[in-house]
């Protein structure tokens, strides 16, 4: 499924820069949100054709930015779009990331751990590359959102995103995953959803939808990625590793 073909279609037509500047503002609103974790050596777990990677390297702070995917198309892309001297990019995967014990200040894992059939081994995993007191941030579907709540229960035929990918293995709503961070030694800084944008919700004014949820997220986004409310399409938590379980 992810495969050149998939990548070239996330991207689009328009080139790999303009595929970057359409998404920027989400990467800058993720930044924002854990400013004070941007330094030292940063870890974009699940990059992808790179395009976190490359926000991150524009920070004076971050000295390295290490994007790790699994699939060898998405690196490919990413090396051949992106030259920087404080970014590389390795095939790996969430369980082995291979980087040191207590290196890394930061690890973003957006759209991962709902792949993982084992997320614990990954939170592991995670524990051990952290420094203390370094950073986590997931993203993952949220089962109790508006889109899945209207869609699982629709008649109309329509399909939540989180359904969509047969590859999402640990679809969990959010207590169960506070629940699994707390149990592997992380303390949660922030959590929330984001907002509505897995349009359409209805069949009817599906152009108007589009406007109407696309264009609030687009917005709200800027000023904050997430919210305390649990109906956005997705869960994002801001984690610190502890030093000990008592912390």
Request: aromatic content about 12%; charged content about 30%.
């Amino acid at each position: 499924m992810y495969n050149k073909e998939y990548y070239n279609g996330y991207i689009g037509e328009n080139g790999y820069i303009q595929g970057y500047k359409k998404r920027k503002f989400l990467y800058n609103s993720y930044k924002k949100k854990v400013r004070k974790y941007l330094k030292g050596n940063v870890i974009d777990l699940g990059c992808g054709v790179g395009y976190m990677s490359l926000s991150l390297q524009e920070e004076t702070r971050i000295t390295s930015v290490v994007g790790i995917d699994i699939s060898k198309d998405a690196i490919k892309i990413a090396k051949n779009n992106i030259h920087s001297e404080k970014v590389q990019f390795r095939y790996g995967c969430a369980y082995d990331i291979d980087q040191p014990d207590k290196t890394t200040d930061l690890i973003f894992a957006l759209d991962i751990i709902e792949h993982l059939e084992k997320p614990e081994n990954f939170l592991r995993e995670a524990t051990m590359v952290l420094k203390d007191r370094g950073a986590l941030v997931i993203s993952t579907p949220n089962p109790d959102s508006f889109g899945s709540r209207m869609k699982r229960n629709s008649k109309d035929g329509l399909i939540w995103f989180g359904d969509k990918d047969k590859t999402h293995v640990s679809i969990k709503n959010i207590n169960d995953w506070r629940l699994i961070f707390k149990h592997a030694n992380f303390k949660i800084i922030d959590d929330g959803t984001d907002y509505l944008w897995d349009t359409p919700y209805f069949i009817r004014l599906k152009s108007l939808q589009k406007l109407v949820f696309n264009g609030s997220h687009h917005f709200l986004a800027r000023i904050n990625i997430l919210c305390s409310w649990a109906y956005g399409e997705n869960y994002i938590a801001i984690l610190e590793k502890q030093n000990n379980k008592n912390d």
